[in-house]
């Protein structure tokens, strides 16, 4: 199948998993060599999407092949309270709990919201329960799997850390890395856009078992520019690199926000990888579906 896009394409889909190499089954054609690529590398573990298909590797450098698994949630839940008790002087510590506990007044109409109570002056006591309300919070969140600013905003900061300790590396599906760099010598950009802080995306990206490949990414975008559910986030992104949203090409394994992107006059392809969720008939039937990036065939040179 051809499908022409005159200036950008969206990769999104990222998510920390196994790795595994996909192979093509169709070839889906980028029509111009100008085009862009943004690529989602957002939550992870549930809303790190699988199509760039990122591993994470604890204290190792991950072999092709071999198992791994997905860590960078369970590492939150694991070390968020030990985290919270070493830092929790920082500017930063305070300001990313004071950002959970704006998150926590807004959702105290949903059942299960956990507040943070603000200090009451009682010293080390005091320090210890509003600790514990933020581990609370933290846990119960991502029990949900939301995706709120605040949440990402620490658990980015965590991460940061685990990364620059050099704990944790992330791996690529095969066919990623490779099929960028030739959308990049062709001279087409790449943008990231993912539901997890640009700063968890930078961490990913600058830290792994490739080496750091942030210099393949002309940008990155969060929700801080909306959600990836919302058809205005599609034409911000696209006002803000000075594009027409109908010259994007959207990559996403998610159709909810295929549609999304859609309704903003945006093209879009979905990545079928291992772990995503399976798509309806009629999603298969209307979607153009892609299994690997090697599918994103450049134009012959003229």
């Not at 009451?120 to 933290?138: P, T, W, Y």
């Amino acid at each position: 199948m051809r499908l022409r896009v005159r200036s950008l394409v969206l990769l999104s889909g990222l998510r920390i998993r196994r790795c595994h190499e996909q192979w093509c089954r169709s070839q889906t054609w980028l029509g111009f060599r100008d085009a862009v690529a943004l690529a989602e590398a957002g939550g992870y573990g549930s809303d790190w999407t699988p199509s760039l298909g990122l591993s994470i590797c604890l204290e190792c450098s991950p072999k092709k092949g071999g198992e791994k698994k997905d860590i960078l949630f369970p590492y939150i839940e694991d070390h968020v309270k030990e985290y919270l008790q070493t830092h929790w002087e920082e500017e930063e510590c305070q300001q990313d709990v004071s950002l959970l506990r704006k998150q926590a007044e807004e959702d105290a109409h949903l059942d299960g919201a956990v507040p943070i109570p603000a200090a009451s002056g009682d010293g080390e006591d005091d320090r210890e329960r509003m600790i514990q309300a933020v581990v609370d919070n933290v846990c119960w969140q991502m029990s949900l799997d939301r995706k709120t600013t605040a949440l990402k905003q620490l658990q980015g900061h965590m991460w940061r850390a685990a990364f620059k300790a050099g704990l944790m590396k992330a791996e690529f599906f095969e066919d990623v890395v490779p099929a960028v760099r030739k959308w990049r010598e062709a001279g087409m950009k790449v943008y990231v856009y993912s539901s997890g802080s640009v700063e968890a995306q930078k961490l990913l990206f600058g830290h792994s078992t490739e080496g750091d490949v942030l210099e393949l990414f002309d940008g990155h975008f969060d929700t801080k520019i909306g959600h990836k559910v919302e058809s205005e986030s599609y034409r911000k992104i696209a006002s803000s690199i000075g594009c027409s949203t109908s010259n994007i090409l959207f990559l996403t394994d998610v159709t909810v926000e295929a549609s999304a992107a859609e309704a903003a006059d945006v093209h879009v392809a979905v990545v079928v990888r291992p772990g995503n969720a399976g798509l309806t008939d009629d999603e298969k039937t209307y979607y153009r579906l892609i299994t690997s990036f090697g599918e994103l065939c450049l134009p012959a040179s003229p």
